[in-house]
């Protein structure tokens, strides 16, 4: 990456990411550098509040298990990561227990044939009692490999997830980038964090 413009929009990006999830995501400067500065900041504003208004309306488990289903299809071990991560965080909350499978583990599944991807992750979803997430997650996996167009508004925006999150995996990928942390609000709260990672050393 090269030249003063590119600087200045990773670094509003990287702003505007640490705002929401309290860290700087490593994908950030990588999206600027192969879209270049002028359609970099046209897919960010084409896509995030849009991306902001499906958390609000699918809620946050549902718009991260869309994400990590379109990650997983895709092969991209460092999205599928931090989508993992904050469900891991979210069910912590909501739920006090841990997610069946760590972040880790769920990120190594990445590339691996659909039909495992939906069989692992509907074990995982059964075992921690989230049945009803487990039809819509498998109704993000047909529309991550297109099995058929979205039909009605909440697959719309999993269609619009499927494209989003589908260019921020081939950045991931293309660069080999490592994974860092949740990507979500709830990666801010550090004693979560702090009781997640106990839990799993325990």
């Known amino acids: 990456m090269s030249g003063a413009l590119d600087r200045v929009v990773v670094r509003s990006f990287e702003v505007a990411v640490r705002a929401l999830w309290g860290f700087t995501p490593r994908v950030m400067e990588f999206v ?4 270049g500065p002028g359609p970099a900041v ?13 958390l609000q309306v699918l809620g946050p488990v549902r718009t991260h298990l869309a994400c990590l289903a379109v990650s997983l299809v895709n092969g991209c071990r460092y999205c599928s990561y931090g989508q993992a991560y904050a469900l891991e ?5 909501e739920r006090g227990t841990l997610f069946p499978v760590d972040a880790g583990t769920v990120a190594g599944w990445a590339g691996a044939p659909v039909d495992e991807l939906r069989a692992r992750l509907r074990a995982a979803l059964e075992q921690a009692g989230l049945h009803a997430e487990v039809v819509w997650t498998d109704g993000a996996f047909d529309l991550a490999v297109g099995a058929h167009p979205p039909m009605g508004a909440d697959e719309e925006r999993v269609a619009h997830l499927v494209t989003m999150i589908g260019q921020l995996n081939r950045v991931g990928t293309a660069h080999g980038l490592e994974p860092d942390e949740a990507h979500d609000p709830v990666n801010k709260d550090a004693a979560l964090r702090a009781r997640n990672a106990a839990l799993r050393a325990a």
Do not use: F, K, N
């Not at 046209?42 to 499906?54: C, L, V």
């Not at 965080?89 to 909350?93: I, M």
């Open 32 to 35: 600027v550098a192969d879209l």
């Open 42 to 54: 046209a897919w960010m504003a084409s896509h995030m509040p849009r991306y902001q208004r499906t």
């Open 89 to 93: 965080l979210l069910h912590l909350r």
